[in-house]
């Protein structure tokens, strides 16, 4: 068995400091020093290797998903969304709850939620007013959590809807920063020193909300004929093949996954796309005529087949992915990658950020270029963000039909832009990268092209990804 490939050599505390501080410059000066392989030791954490090789990556995540654990390697999320969630698990359980949470996310299903996403998008802009600035992540935060507290929950209004809403933002908010983020990487931070603590607060703020969520739970449960094509009546439904239905603190752990994994990360990949389009002219004009040809009130899914709209949000997770490396894998069995031995327990860790930035793969990576992605179709294991195998993230396709359909809805309507040539730089925000000021923009005005929400017409089932 060989041993671990070179990598990081100065005390471990200071590795994880640059980590947590700006984890982008911190790959691309190990891929720099030591290649497509190399191993990464941080303070508190067992050491992991990174690898940015497609091939090594495509025999990571194509071989028998048996052969590798990922969950147990995860548990710096467990604080944010408990034991039972999809990404702390492995195994025949991860196989069972993966099964249950499936179907709500593709096919007919994920169609009926193009409606809900073009109205509480016009809902939300309708709001800004001319001349004034505004935070376009914190904007589209507001549109995908609504997103979610409908698609997920059924939830539209009511006393536990006006309360989920701030207290999830609240508890997102306490890893903001970098330095907020260290609460989930220094275990000694990880106590309770009183009243202002931030690890105080932010296991109430949990409680708080799964509180709401067993309230919500139990009166679903209650109701004999539980209601509603929402993604909670569909779980509270689904059944494994032993006939048995997710337990009532699995539902809590599933459904927190979802308000943390299924809004955060979209608001932050439509806040850089809103960024970059406002960037460069020429994207934003060359967009704008697509989004024309469809007419007046398109129909959501021709929307979410656009060809050069789908490269731009494609371009937008390929420069910055919202996580920059993909799950762990942990071999159960020793393990030849790119010719190399490696012993069971590995943390083994696809980098998704250094794929995306190989100058082989994508001539002048910095550079924002939607035409790449029409140009060439590149491999799962080339561009994946994603992730991949049998971890690939659960909501890719909802997230994909939401960035599209709210720019769509957003751009054909209002006039926007930047309110200052600042560069916005990338910036940790708990275990994303997001934008570092949040994108500031300004409502210039509104377009004459369309002044009605986006209506759905009905479409092919093949017409969203399956």
């Known amino acids: 068995m060989s041993k671990l490939p070179d990598g990081s050599e100065s005390f471990a505390w200071w590795e994880l400091i640059k980590w947590i501080a700006d984890p982008l410059a911190y790959l691309e000066a190990g891929a720099r020093r030591y290649g ?32 590798f654990d990922s969950g147990s390697a995860n548990n710096i999320v467990r604080p944010l969304v408990g034991d039972n969630s999809l990404l702390l698990l492995d195994g025949d359980r991860h196989k069972r709850q993966r099964k249950l949470l499936m179907p709500p ?34 904007a589209m935060q507001d549109i995908t959590l609504e997103v979610i507290l409908q698609a997920v929950f059924g939830l539209y209004e009511g006393e536990r809807y006006q309360q989920l809403k701030p207290l999830l933002a609240a508890m997102l908010d306490l890893t903001g920063s970098p330095l907020r983020s260290s609460i989930l990487f220094f275990k000694f931070l990880q106590r309770d020193w009183g009243a202002w603590s931030p690890w105080r607060r932010m296991e109430q703020r949990k409680q ?74 020429e994207v934003r004009e060359k967009l704008l005529q697509e989004l024309d040809s469809l007419g007046e009130n398109p129909d959501p899914m021709a929307i979410y087949q656009l060809p050069y709209l ?40 696809s980098c998704i950020y250094l794929v995306h930035h190989r100058e082989d793969l994508y001539p002048q990576s910095k550079q924002f270029k939607p035409e790449r992605f029409l140009e060439r179709q590149y491999s799962p294991y080339e561009y994946l963000p994603f992730g991949g195998g049998n971890r690939r993230c659960l909501g890719y396709a909802l997230a994909q039909l939401e960035m599209k359909l709210v720019l769509a809805t957003i751009l ?7 309110a200052d040539n600042k560069p916005v730089k990338p910036q940790r925000r708990g275990l994303t990268i997001a934008p570092d000021s949040g994108v500031r923009m300004v409502l210039t005005g509104k377009r004459d092209r369309a002044t009605r929400a986006i209506e759905p017409k009905p479409v092919k089932k093949e017409a969203v990804a399956q």
């Not at 949000?313 to 490696?342: D, H, N, W």
Request: hydrophobic share 45%; net charge negative.
């Open 310 to 349: 789908s490269a731009v949000c494609q371009e937008t997770l390929r420069i910055y992915p919202i996580v920059p490396i993909a799950f762990f894998r942990l071999p159960r069995k020793p393990v030849e990658i790119m010719g190399r031995s490696f012993a069971p327990g590995t943390m083994l860790a």
């Open 105 to 138: 996310f593709h096919g007919e299903r994920l169609q009926a939620y193009g409606q809900i996403i073009c109205e509480i998008s016009e809902k939300v802009a309708s709001q800004w007013t001319e001349g004034n600035s505004f935070i376009a992540r914190s």
């Open 208 to 281: 708080e909300i799964y509180d709401l969520l067993q309230a919500e739970i139990d009166e679903r449960r209650a109701d004999r004929e539980i209601p509603g094509n929402d993604i909670l009546s569909l779980m509270l439904l689904a059944r494994d093949e032993n006939g048995e239905p997710m337990s009532d603190e699995e539902l809590k752990d599933e459904m927190m996954t979802l308000l943390v994994a299924g809004h955060e990360t979209t608001a932050t990949a439509l806040a850089w796309a809103f960024y970059w389009i406002h960037k460069l002219p």
């Open 412 to 418: 054909s309507r209002y006039q926007l832009a930047l």
């Open 36 to 67: 497509e392989v190399f191993t990464i030791k941080l303070r508190g954490f067992a050491p992991f290797v990174i690898i940015s090789n497609p091939q090594g990556i495509q025999e990571i995540l194509s071989v028998d998903a048996k052969l």
